[in-house]
């Protein structure tokens, strides 16, 4: 009971003060710029420069008439106007080692026929296709907008043939994929991949691109977040004294602390509320996000606590938190690029966190992981709370 007064008593404070309306201040300004700042489905931005032989032309008009048709394809009526610097690179033949130089010392603008690939359901755009006149054009604008050209032509055995200009920093299984993408023998291969046997890990279900954002919000804006504002709690109370003060009163250091947490896991469910219901409705498992939101909300807190038990001032201890909230945020490069993704980033707190928020979010993801990462986390902040009240309580002076 003792330990519910003291927070009843810590909430009406914090409603009083700054760093309360703060957060939820943020949580706002996060929802506006999910609701009308990002686009659930955008169009793509995936930009291809093809160079077409005079062979292709009756093959590609015939091709590009039934894209536009099925409604895949549109064809704009203006060119994009294309300025090239002057340029001076190396070229490479992967196949037969031969190393060839360029120098292109003058300016020169282009004038390029333009497509966009549609996707006919949505009409969303998927992708920009320029199209070039010569090769050394094609050479020039991969290099200077570090893009990947391919050139097309009627080889003397009848068959297509693909050239493509890459970059050089491409993964071996990229440029593997590139050749068996054109494989003479392509249907083998895909009488092969049927054949294999599939098992689903859990479900198949995907975030549109504002959902996805949803969970970086709540990681970094929400659970991290209470470092940050349980420490400047704790420094308000050190100011004014209200830390000494328990050595006279009836309160527990540990009382005292766990009121913190429990008033920051109040105001990030608040926040995380006004983010997630406009923009997620009735999909997220509610019940084991909350949950999560307070295990983990409790663990980082915890962390704040002990950390603003080493010193006496807010500015004394921004260094270490300034320094600690960036090597939190680095996850968020395997989030958002899964090709990213080394062993030892698994061991930062806010990788768990991260895939944890983005489970609960689907809704119908596999729980497994969440109770799991839910276990380290309570684990992890129970430690951190008693050596915070360890920490705290030899600091008491009268």
């Given at each position: 009971m003792k330990l519910l007064t003291v927070y009843a008593k810590e909430m009406k404070i914090a409603a009083r003060g700054f760093y309360f309306y703060i957060e939820l201040f943020v949580a706002v300004i996060m929802l506006i710029i999910l609701l009308f700042g990002i686009s659930e489905n955008p169009d793509s931005r995936m930009k291809e420069f093809l160079l077409y032989d005079d062979s292709m032309d009756a093959v590609i008009g015939s091709?590009?008439?039934?894209?536009?048709?099925?409604?895949k394809l549109v064809i704009l009526e203006e060119p994009?106007?294309?300025?090239?610097?002057?340029?001076?690179?190396?070229?490479?033949?992967?196949?037969t080692g031969v190393v060839t130089d360029y120098d292109f010392p003058e300016e020169k603008t282009l004038l390029l026929e333009t497509r966009h690939s549609v996707d006919p359901e949505t009409g969303r755009v998927e992708g920009t296709q320029y199209l070039l006149d010569t090769i050394e054009d094609l050479y020039r604008i991969a290099y200077q907008e570090r893009a990947i050209g391919a050139v097309l032509?009627?080889?003397?055995?009848?068959?297509?043939?693909y050239e493509y200009v890459n970059q050089g920093y491409e993964t071996d299984r990229l440029i593997d994929a590139m050749y068996i993408l054109h494989n003479e023998n392509l249907t083998v291969l895909e009488a092969q991949a049927e054949r294999q046997q599939v098992r689903e890990l859990g479900s198949t279900d995907r975030l549109n691109n504002r959902e996805n954002l949803?969970?970086?919000?709540?990681?970094?804006?929400?659970?991290?977040?209470?470092?940050?504002i349980v420490v400047a709690y704790v420094y308000l109370d050190k100011d004014?004294?209200?830390?000494?003060?328990?050595?006279?009163?009836?309160?527990?250091?540990?009382?005292?602390?766990?009121?913190?947490?429990?008033?920051?896991c109040t105001t990030i469910i608040l926040s995380s509320a006004i983010i997630v219901i406009p923009v997620m409705g009735a999909g997220p498992n509610y019940p084991v996000l909350i949950l999560y939101l307070i295990?983990?909300?409790?663990?980082?807190?915890?962390?704040?606590?002990l950390i603003s038990s080493f010193f006496d001032t807010l500015s004394k201890a921004f260094g270490i938190l300034y320094g600690l909230m960036i090597a939190l945020m680095i996850p968020g490069f395997s989030y958002y690029i899964p090709s990213f993704d080394p062993l030892?980033?698994?061991?930062?707190?806010?990788y768990p966190l991260l895939q944890g928020f983005r489970d609960l979010l689907l809704g119908s993801g596999d729980l497994t992981y969440v109770w799991v990462a839910s276990a380290g986390f309570l684990i992890g902040g129970v430690l951190l709370l008693w050596l915070s009240d360890i920490r705290f309580r030899k600091s008491l002076r009268i």
């Open positions: 091709f590009e008439a039934q894209r536009v048709k099925e409604g994009t106007e294309w300025v090239l610097k002057p340029a001076k690179f190396t070229l490479t033949n992967r196949d032509s009627f080889g003397n055995d009848g068959r297509v043939h949803v969970p970086a919000f709540l990681a970094f804006a929400g659970s991290l977040m209470g470092i940050f004014e004294g209200v830390i000494n003060a328990l050595v006279v009163t009836p309160v527990k250091m540990m009382s005292y602390l766990l009121s913190k947490i429990m008033v920051i295990i983990t909300s409790f663990a980082f807190s915890a962390a704040g606590l030892w980033l698994r061991f930062f707190p806010s």
